[in-house]
């Protein structure tokens, strides 16, 4: 008679855990100082406040390069995009994951994953020396990298095409107006845009703008050249609610019996901002400021559907940005004021304490936002382990129990434990990259020489956290040591992981 009961309690004890769905929430040009648990006053971040307070808020996390491109690369291919010479892209390149390298997506696949992005992508769609067809199969893209669905902005929001694409198709198009990027293609007699440089007056919606003056679209000047795809525009002010409708979607098809990785890219604070209208003046910072409120409102939306769905106690939620801060990076939105290029004269400083910004060497250029919220796991609280995004391909792969092989993620490590809590180092090295690199070991900050006539800087960050005063000269060995051990990480063909 106990038999039968027995082996019904032996079967659930032997069945393996579900694993946990994983949702990475990306920020565009967030700043370590624009969320409010990390000093930010002018700007409300309810929602993101309250994901730290329900999760680990890490003080000292990486983004890998102080530009987009090169670290989205990285954090999908655990691999420095130095070593592929990834760097910001023209709004007609071609994908810049190779089909050998592994991906984060693939990874999850590999553990019985469904993957999916939503949002801004700018890694380039298509292949080398072969001109994109819009029109057609627009590929290859995140579908032959590890996603199972995407839908998103090809490049980013201040780039041609200004189109959505869904898988391999871009939304709304009217064949009758066909879309081209670059070049006007002879014969065409579909939807000419104005050109921000002939007819300035064009771009309506913010001021005079400079570098982002080819096609004006929506009143907006851009990057590049779009020729057709009326039909198929994006409206800059709903992009946000877009983005949220599709994830909204893409949650409710999943089951529970199968875990997913969701890669939620926001296009917030990127320029354009173009906050809706429902955002704006909800800080005291322009456009800028009310775009952060927006991208606050879409992580509120996102946790808010996890718990409607009866997904949020087994999910890993990541906030975090591609890289630091930047404030009038092309558009007179309003963002700086007139004697200042930085809105700290209005008193918040995107960095916070740390020197510099996107394009820039210094910490505020790849120190960001990192918070982990999994309630089934991990306790609330904060950590100053250092950790660089580039190891979430090695850590997510330990956590899922997929082994990694010597050529995939090959500057990927696993620094799992300390993104649970349970160490709180995390990786005691890593590599920031700005047109070059920097080496951080603990709390020592070694930067190369840098222009004509640079020259090396060492900061104790324990001690001098806004890199304030070189020790280079005082410290000539330390100096030299960390040069020689970051030209050894940088010429390592295994990678920092097979570095010895």
């Known amino acids: ?143 032959e990298v590890g996603f199972g669905y995407s839908f998103l902005l090809p490049s980013t929001n201040d780039r041609v095409p200004c189109v959505y694409v869904e898988n391999h198709t871009v939304v709304n198009l009217d064949p009758k107006d066909p879309l081209y990027v670059g070049k006007k293609p002879e014969g065409f007699t579909g939807t000419v845009y104005p050109n921000g440089k002939k007819t300035p007056e064009a771009m309506s919606y913010y001021g005079i703008t400079h570098g982002h003056n080819n096609s004006v679209i929506n009143g907006i000047g851009r990057i590049g050249f779009q020729w057709g795809g009326k039909a198929a525009l994006w409206n800059d002010e709903t992009m946000a609610d877009e983005f949220v409708t599709q994830t909204e979607a893409f949650l409710k098809r999943q089951t529970k019996d199968q875990p997913f990785f969701l890669f939620f890219s926001s296009q917030d604070i990127h320029v354009p901002r173009a906050p809706h209208p429902r955002y704006r003046g909800k800080s005291s910072l322009s456009f800028r400021g009310d775009a952060m409120v927006q991208l606050d409102a879409a992580v509120g939306s996102i946790l808010e559907a996890l718990e409607a769905e009866g997904l949020a106690e087994n999910t890993i939620v990541i906030f975090t940005s591609d890289n630091g801060p930047v404030y009038d990076d092309g558009y007179q939105d309003g963002t700086t004021v007139p004697t200042s290029t930085k809105e700290v004269d209005r008193g918040h400083d995107a960095s916070g304490i740390y020197r510099g910004g996107k394009y820039q060497i210094y910490e505020g250029g790849t120190r960001v936002p990192l918070i982990l919220r999994w309630p089934a796991k991990v306790k609330p609280g904060s950590s100053a382990a250092m950790i660089n995004q580039i190891d979430f391909l090695a850590s997510f792969a330990a956590l899922v129990n997929i082994e990694l092989d010597e050529t995939q993620g090959i500057d990927s490590r696993n620094v799992m434990p300390a993104l649970l809590g349970k160490d709180p180092v995390g990786t005691p090295i890593l590599i920031e990259e700005s047109r070059g690199q920097a080496l951080r070991d603990h709390q020592w900050k070694f930067i190369p020489p840098r222009g004509k006539n640079g020259k090396p800087q060492l900061y104790d960050l324990r001690v001098d956290p806004s890199e304030q005063t070189n020790l280079a000269p005082k410290n000539p060995e330390r100096a030299a040591k960390m040069a020689t051990h970051l030209q050894r990480l940088v010429n390592a063909e295994g990678g920092v992981r097979g570095a010895r």
């Not at 892209?89 to 990874?107: S, V, W």
């Open 1 to 143: 008679m106990h038999i039968f009961p027995i082996i019904l309690f032996l079967t659930a004890a032997s069945a393996p855990a579900q694993q946990p769905n994983v949702v990475l929430i990306y920020g565009d040009d967030v700043g370590y100082g624009d969320v409010g648990v990390y000093g930010s006053e002018l700007i409300p971040t309810p929602n993101i406040d309250r994901l730290a307070a329900e999760g680990l808020r890490f003080t000292d996390g990486h983004c890998s390069a102080s530009t987009c491109t090169p670290s989205r690369f990285s954090l999908l291919t655990g691999i420095h995009g130095f070593r592929h010479g990834v760097r910001v892209l023209r709004p007609d390149a071609p994908l810049t994951i190779m089909p050998h390298m592994y991906t984060l997506p693939q990874m999850f696949q590999a553990a019985g994953y469904t993957t999916g992005i939503v949002g801004k992508w700018h890694l380039g769609i298509g292949n080398k020396g072969t001109p994109m067809d819009w029109n057609g199969k627009v590929a290859p893209g995140p579908l």
